[in-house]
């Protein structure tokens, strides 16, 4: 919940509201006021039913298929008529306003077309205006810059094989045919060289265009349960129209009965298809707003996860991305699903693997980094041979179709779960959106699309009007570091832009503006408090600071004995009260008391590592560390946040074990990645440093980068425990929305640490920081 002022009057009201408060307050640039509702039913009419565009490929094979009863009759003439009626001006057929780069598809759908009308001696008159389309694009058949359908040499001329076969006429150069044939011969005769499980799944994957050549037989072995090969109507109508299966007609007449006179490239696809909407609107940055949709969906997908649906486990990308976005969910699923794909032998002999699908690898290795427990190291395997294969195609730019896919490996790559900032994600995420082209239903050529132009619009309004929200509080935020005069502090950072940037990239949606502003507040504060600490106060100062804090007494100004120590507990004092005052309003308790605990437990740590120092006393590296996860400074960031995030946190859960267990496995995150990057700069300035400490305790029998990598695996070990805790449900106390607040926490950290101290630095977060909060989209709809 939120406070809302509305003519002079506070109200608390819902985070729906707020939203369609800052709505109403932003115009578009026509003067008429913007309101998500429309867009918002049609979205979530998209979760209850996915509607599959007609494949018109698939649906020229399936009208090829003779009836049982009467050969000489097509089994389906309901297809013939689809295919007469929806010939598109230019003689082709396929989808609309395809890519340019696609053109080879739309060759493929247009000559099955032909063959399915030739075949049954019908509609002459599109026939000729097909092989006229055909004629003037044949030499696009032979271009390697154009994006080729998997096992188009093969497929394309098959069918030119078989038209061949009845006798017609494809207007095409006699060369250009011989090379395709040529292709084809080459491949099929490098394919026999090859007796990997991988080739044979290939090879009845594209079997539509083997014709008469092959024994059908062998190829029904990869029949599904359902009746289909591959959820291919194409191929499974292939297979039919060379060997009767009572399944297969039964698989393809259903696809009539449900979508009438044509079919989708791929079916079933309902768990495929409803993972990526729900994955492209977490991404997107806009799934707040479709709660419910998301939870019924995955409700249905475990259902069918725990019932072995052959959808999910048969298909690889499927599985891995169930399992990816349910255990995240906190759903309980095992990897024992991905645990054979850990054998990158084991995966080169399989269909994606055999194709090299960058695809299918991305998803596993984004499955891979889910990992909660320390035995499960198959996902380590599995992250490590996929990491590798996605590096080597990034490289080589293999298979990857296009520019954005290979931004999308980088991506991965560079930025893995636990460093992957929301709001960078949903802005990389929508402008790099295809509208036309959101959801992939097979791993490879066979796939199909999603009209989703409502939710670019409605994500790219999303973040537009967040932005717009953020740019404001930051300006508050620097008028509210002028008023206390905190920039009268000489000795103190002033990195106002990357704290608050620190809460907005995680804490983005509108109705999380109170829990940004404690987050960016405290963050500033504690910036002051530690240099304070470090270089900016005396032992008198920092005792009397402290002595302060302990008081909180309202009469504090004639105990202050210094100008800093006023700025400071003055901004503290209010600060604090203000959002002890909100906080309580929110949980109906009162919570100042325990913001001050809060503040004075991180005050005696910072104390204990002036006094070592002071006294040039060398700790363990047990008590550096007792000290030092708390002295590292985001109790006060984290924790009062917390009471801001919707969920009402009692007594019992703030003193729980639960909720100190999560702040000090992030805590010892940040401590760790802080003490690796900073190892230099603290070393020149004298100070304490975990990595400094652990080589003077080793009686340097240890090397520097044998310390770095033991803390690194403490860092591992730390944030798969801090993982599993935020996505535990039984047993535990801490509300999920709250949790998440400690693995946002551990995000930030990776990103500031990823390469130095990026928080210390000047220069390093500069381009990150305006990212989300300055720079406009750069959208094209």
Same mark, same amino acid.
């Given at each position: 919940m939120s406070?809302?002022?509305i003519?002079?009057?506070?109200r608390? $009201?819902?985070p729906?509201?707020?939203?369609?408060h800052?709505?109403?307050k932003r115009?578009s640039?026509?003067?008429?006021?913007?309101?998500?509702?429309?867009?918002i039913?049609?979205?979530?009419?998209?979760?209850?039913r996915?509607?599959?565009?007609?494949?018109?490929?698939?649906t020229?094979w399936?009208?090829?298929?003779?009836s049982p009863?009467?050969?000489?009759h097509p089994?389906f003439?309901?297809?013939?008529?689809?295919?007469?009626?929806?010939?598109h001006?230019d003689?082709?057929?396929?989808?609309?306003?395809?890519?340019? =780069?696609?053109?080879?598809?739309?060759?493929?759908?247009?000559l099955?077309?032909?063959l399915a009308?030739?075949k049954?001696?019908?509609?002459?008159g599109?026939v000729?205006r097909?092989l006229?389309?055909?004629e003037?694009?044949?030499?696009?058949?032979?271009?390697?810059q154009?994006? =080729?359908?998997?096992?188009f040499?093969?497929?394309f001329s098959?069918m030119?094989?078989?038209?061949?076969?009845?006798?017609?006429d494809?207007p095409?150069?006699?060369?250009?045919?011989?090379? $395709?044939?040529s292709?084809?011969?080459a491949?099929?005769?490098?394919?026999?060289g090859?007796?990997?499980?991988?080739?044979?799944v290939?090879?009845?994957?594209?079997?539509e265009?083997?014709g008469?050549?092959q024994?059908?037989?062998?190829?029904?072995?990869?029949?599904?349960e359902?009746?289909s090969?591959?959820?291919?109507?194409?191929t499974t109508?292939?297979? *039919?129209?060379?060997r009767?299966n009572?399944?297969?007609?039964?698989?393809?007449?259903?696809?009539? *009965?449900k979508?009438?006179?044509?079919?989708?490239?791929?079916?079933?696809?309902?768990?495929?298809?409803?993972?990526r909407?729900?994955?492209?609107?977490?991404?997107?940055?806009?799934?707040?707003?479709?709660?419910?949709?998301?939870?019924?969906?995955?409700?249905?997908i475990?259902?069918?996860? #725990?019932?072995?649906d052959e959808?999910?486990?048969?298909?690889?990308?499927?599985?891995a991305?169930?399992?990816?976005?349910?255990r995240?969910?906190?759903?309980n699923? !095992?990897?024992?699903?991905?645990s054979? @794909?850990?054998?990158?032998?084991?995966?080169?002999?399989?269909?994606?693997?055999?194709?090299?699908?960058?695809?299918?690898? @991305?998803?596993l290795?984004?499955?891979s980094?889910?990992?909660? #427990?320390?035995n499960?190291?198959?996902l380590d395997?599995?992250?490590?041979?996929?990491r590798?294969?996605?590096?080597?195609?990034?490289t080589?730019?293999?298979r990857?179709?296009?520019h954005?896919a290979?931004?999308?490996v980088?991506?991965?790559?560079?930025f893995?779960?636990?460093?992957?900032?929301?709001?960078?994600?949903?802005?990389?995420?929508?402008?790099?959106?295809?509208?036309?082209n *959101?959801?992939?239903?097979?791993t490879?050529?066979?796939?199909?699309?999603?009209?989703?132009?409502?939710?670019?619009?409605?994500?790219l309004?999303d973040?537009?009007?967040?932005?717009?929200?953020?740019?404001?509080?930051?300006q508050? @935020?620097?008028n509210?570091v002028?008023?206390?005069?905190l %920039?009268?502090l000489?000795?103190?950072?002033?990195?106002?832009?990357?704290?608050?940037?620190s809460?907005?990239?995680?804490?983005f949606?509108?109705?999380?503006?109170?829990?940004?502003?404690?987050?960016?507040?405290?963050?500033?504060?504690?910036?002051?408090?530690? %240099?304070?600490?470090?270089?900016?106060g005396?032992?008198e100062?920092?005792?009397?600071?402290?002595?302060l804090v302990?008081?909180?007494?309202?009469?504090?100004?004639?105990?202050?004995?210094?100008e800093?120590v006023k700025?400071?507990?003055s901004?503290?004092?209010?600060?604090?009260n203000e959002?002890?005052?909100?906080?309580?309003?929110?949980?109906?308790?009162?919570?100042?008391?325990?913001?001050? %605990?809060i503040?004075?437990s @991180?005050?005696?740590?910072?104390?204990?590592?002036?006094?070592?120092?002071?006294?040039?006393?060398v700790?363990s590296?047990?008590?550096?560390?007792?000290?030092?996860y708390?002295?590292?400074?985001?109790?006060?960031?984290?924790?009062?946040a917390?009471?801001?995030?919707g969920?009402?946190?009692?007594?019992?859960?703030?003193s729980? *074990?639960e909720?100190h267990?999560?702040?000090?496995?992030v =805590?010892?995150?940040?401590?760790?990645?802080?003490?690796?990057?900073?190892?230099?700069r603290e070393?020149n300035?004298?100070k #304490?440093?975990?990595?400094?400490?652990r080589?003077?305790?080793s009686h340097?029998s240890?090397?520097?980068e044998?310390?770095?990598q033991?803390?690194?695996?403490?860092i591992n070990?730390?944030?798969?425990?801090?993982?599993?805790?935020?996505?535990?449900?039984d047993?535990?106390?801490v509300?999920?929305?709250?949790?998440d607040?400690?693995?946002?926490?551990?995000?930030?950290l990776h990103i500031?640490y990823?390469?130095n101290?990026?928080?210390? !630095?000047?220069?390093?977060?500069v381009?990150?920081?305006n990212?989300?909060?300055?720079?406009? #989209?750069e959208?094209?709809?």
């Amino acid at each position: 919940m939120s406070l809302l002022k509305i003519n002079n009057s506070v109200r608390v $009201i819902s985070p729906r509201e707020l939203i369609d408060h800052r709505y109403e307050k932003r115009k578009s640039s026509n003067n008429t006021f913007l309101h998500p509702n429309g867009t918002i039913d049609r979205i979530r009419e998209q979760f209850q039913r996915i509607e599959l565009s007609t494949s018109s490929y698939d649906t020229a094979w399936v009208a090829m298929v003779p009836s049982p009863t009467s050969p000489n009759h097509p089994c389906f003439p309901q297809c013939l008529d689809w295919i007469l009626n929806n010939q598109h001006f230019d003689g082709s057929w396929g989808l609309h306003h395809s890519h340019p =780069s696609l053109i080879k598809d739309d060759l493929s759908s247009t000559l099955a077309c032909i063959l399915a009308l030739e075949k049954w001696k019908t509609g002459q008159g599109h026939v000729k205006r097909g092989l006229n389309f055909i004629e003037s694009n044949f030499s696009c058949i032979m271009d390697e810059q154009l994006r =080729s359908p998997i096992g188009f040499d093969i497929i394309f001329s098959g069918m030119l094989e078989y038209a061949n076969g009845m006798g017609l006429d494809i207007p095409m150069d006699q060369s250009v045919i011989n090379n $395709i044939l040529s292709k084809r011969a080459a491949e099929l005769e490098w394919e026999q060289g090859s007796n990997c499980e991988g080739r044979k799944v290939y090879l009845a994957y594209v079997a539509e265009g083997l014709g008469n050549s092959q024994d059908w037989k062998k190829f029904m072995k990869y029949q599904r349960e359902n009746g289909s090969l591959f959820n291919s109507p194409s191929t499974t109508a292939a297979a *039919l129209m060379h060997r009767y299966n009572t399944k297969a007609h039964e698989y393809l007449h259903s696809l009539l *009965l449900k979508f009438g006179s044509s079919v989708p490239t791929a079916y079933p696809v309902d768990v495929h298809a409803h993972l990526r909407m729900v994955d492209n609107v977490e991404r997107l940055g806009i799934a707040q707003h479709f709660r419910d949709e998301i939870r019924s969906v995955l409700d249905h997908i475990y259902r069918c996860w #725990l019932l072995n649906d052959e959808e999910i486990f048969l298909d690889m990308v499927t599985c891995a991305m169930a399992f990816r976005i349910l255990r995240m969910k906190g759903y309980n699923v !095992s990897p024992n699903c991905l645990s054979q @794909l850990s054998d990158v032998n084991y995966f080169n002999n399989t269909l994606e693997g055999y194709l090299k699908d960058v695809n299918a690898v @991305l998803e596993l290795y984004k499955a891979s980094q889910v990992k909660i #427990l320390p035995n499960e190291e198959s996902l380590d395997n599995l992250g490590s041979w996929s990491r590798t294969f996605l590096k080597q195609a990034s490289t080589t730019n293999q298979r990857l179709g296009n520019h954005v896919a290979l931004q999308e490996v980088e991506y991965a790559l560079n930025f893995p779960i636990w460093s992957n900032l929301e709001r960078l994600e949903h802005k990389r995420q929508i402008e790099n959106f295809n509208a036309g082209n *959101l959801c992939v239903l097979k791993t490879s050529y066979k796939c199909d699309t999603i009209n989703n132009k409502d939710i670019l619009r409605f994500a790219l309004d999303d973040f537009n009007t967040c932005q717009s929200i953020y740019r404001e509080e930051l300006q508050n @935020l620097e008028n509210w570091v002028k008023d206390n005069n905190l %920039d009268q502090l000489g000795f103190a950072r002033q990195k106002q832009i990357y704290c608050y940037f620190s809460a907005a990239a995680t804490l983005f949606s509108p109705e999380m503006s109170d829990a940004r502003i404690s987050w960016a507040k405290n963050s500033i504060l504690t910036t002051i408090v530690d %240099d304070f600490f470090d270089i900016g106060g005396s032992m008198e100062e920092l005792v009397n600071l402290i002595s302060l804090v302990e008081k909180w007494d309202v009469n504090w100004e004639k105990e202050a004995c210094s100008e800093q120590v006023k700025i400071i507990f003055s901004c503290l004092f209010n600060t604090i009260n203000e959002l002890g005052t909100k906080a309580s309003a929110l949980q109906r308790r009162s919570t100042t008391q325990h913001l001050v %605990d809060i503040w004075l437990s @991180l005050m005696k740590s910072m104390m204990k590592e002036a006094e070592w120092q002071l006294n040039k006393e060398v700790p363990s590296v047990d008590d550096y560390m007792t000290n030092g996860y708390v002295s590292f400074a985001l109790g006060p960031i984290i924790l009062p946040a917390l009471y801001f995030v919707g969920p009402e946190l009692p007594e019992d859960v703030i003193s729980h *074990l639960e909720y100190h267990n999560l702040f000090k496995l992030v =805590s010892t995150c940040g401590r760790l990645l802080n003490d690796i990057q900073g190892f230099e700069r603290e070393g020149n300035e004298g100070k #304490l440093n975990g990595l400094s400490l652990r080589i003077l305790h080793s009686h340097g029998s240890t090397s520097k980068e044998e310390v770095k990598q033991e803390m690194q695996r403490v860092i591992n070990s730390s944030r798969t425990e801090l993982l599993r805790m935020v996505l535990q449900q039984d047993g535990s106390v801490v509300p999920r929305p709250c949790k998440d607040l400690f693995w946002k926490m551990c995000k930030i950290l990776h990103i500031f640490y990823m390469k130095n101290d990026g928080f210390t !630095s000047p220069k390093e977060m500069v381009g990150t920081v305006n990212a989300v909060i300055h720079e406009p #989209l750069e959208v094209n709809l």
